[in-house]
């Protein structure tokens, strides 16, 4: 099966109630770890690049990487998404270099701004058989060259969207209901806590999703900053000489209850550092003599693929749906 598109996968997850999951790739642990995951539960998969792996990793490694997955897992669709692109001349360029579908985020920019931005880009990838995810309100968080402060975030208003969608012609819409980027997605004015001590996040704008698909009936959502930034691997961080002081992320159940809404794609990307960070800084810890990347990324790599695993099954809902 060659790379796809997220249209058919997108149709089966709005009519399933499930949400089909978007890993950020950086490295070959990583799509390795991730693939195996998705072959194993058999589930539809997107491998996405930011701005940030193209410049660390180089476009072209990056690709040959998802084509060799692809024939690794040939009973499974993979689709290859640009995460975050920030301009047209990026998603041109990863068009024209064998994505097969890409995300403009021009949500920084004022209103008829986006639109014309994201049109622009809509035109082209349709003429070469990419699709397009845009993003209407922003998120707050870190993440690569996409920096929000929790003062320039909002939330995406829902009487915008049907005159975007139908202006734009993307195919999908990212949405602002208070997920965020990074693992510092809260502080600790924003959250309560609990009898252990943790911090517990905002629920997010569930009547928010809800209007936007009233008005957008079987259209695809999708959010970002859905990691959920497990505290297992944030003790494993902090334990073994990290400092990860109120690392809080998204609770599970609330992208559980997303992902059987209009929610399509959930991005994930932190959660797979934590997991890759905390076993690489764990095996150092009991093996400080051990100085072989395929010592310790060995381990790194099995942590991705668990973490990735327990997603498919248990928030996205998407394993045995390929």
């Known amino acids: ?111 008829a701004e986006n639109i014309a931005i994201t049109r622009k880009v809509v035109e082209y990838a349709h003429d070469h058989g990419v699709v397009v995810e845009a993003e209407l309100g922003s998120l707050a968080g870190v993440e690569d060259e996409v920096n929000v402060s929790a003062e320039d975030s909002s939330y995406t208003r829902p009487e915008e969207v049907e005159e975007f969608v139908q202006k734009t012609g993307c195919d999908s819409l990212a949405i602002a209901i208070g997920t965020s980027h990074g693992a510092y997605k809260f502080t600790a004015a924003q959250c309560t806590r609990n009898e252990q001590g943790i911090l517990v996040p905002p629920p997010l704008r569930f009547d928010i999703l809800e209007e936007v698909s009233r008005r957008l009936p079987g259209f695809p959502i999708v959010l970002h900053g859905s990691s959920s930034v497990p505290q297992e691997f944030v003790k494993m961080i902090n334990e073994n000489g990290g400092k990860m002081p109120d690392a809080v992320g998204i609770p599970e159940e609330q992208l559980r209850k997303a992902a059987t809404l209009s929610v399509c794609k959930i991005n994930i990307d932190s959660d797979l550092r934590l997991a890759m960070t905390g076993s690489i800084r764990k095996y150092f810890a009991e093996h400080p003599d051990h100085f072989d990347p395929r010592q310790y990324l060995t381990p790194a790599r099995a942590n991705i693929k668990a973490i990735v695993t327990h997603k498919l099954i248990d928030v996205l809902g998407c394993a045995g749906k390929a």
Do not use: W
């Not at 997108?10 to 693939?35: L, P, R, S």
């Open 1 to 111: 099966m060659p790379l796809t598109t997220t249209t058919e996968m997108f149709k089966k997850a709005y009519d399933g109630g499930y949400a089909v999951g978007a890993f950020n790739v950086n490295n070959m642990e990583i799509v390795q770890g991730i693939t195996e995951a998705a072959r194993e539960q058999h589930a539809p998969l997107i491998l996405q690049v930011s701005k940030g792996a193209r410049a660390y990793a180089n476009h072209t490694y990056l690709v040959k990487l998802v084509e060799a997955a692809v024939i690794e897992c040939p009973d499974i669709p993979i689709a290859l998404h640009l995460d975050h692109g920030p301009d047209f001349e990026t998603c041109k360029s990863c068009i024209d270099g064998g994505f097969t579908s890409v995300m403009i985020d021009a949500s920084s920019k004022p209103f």
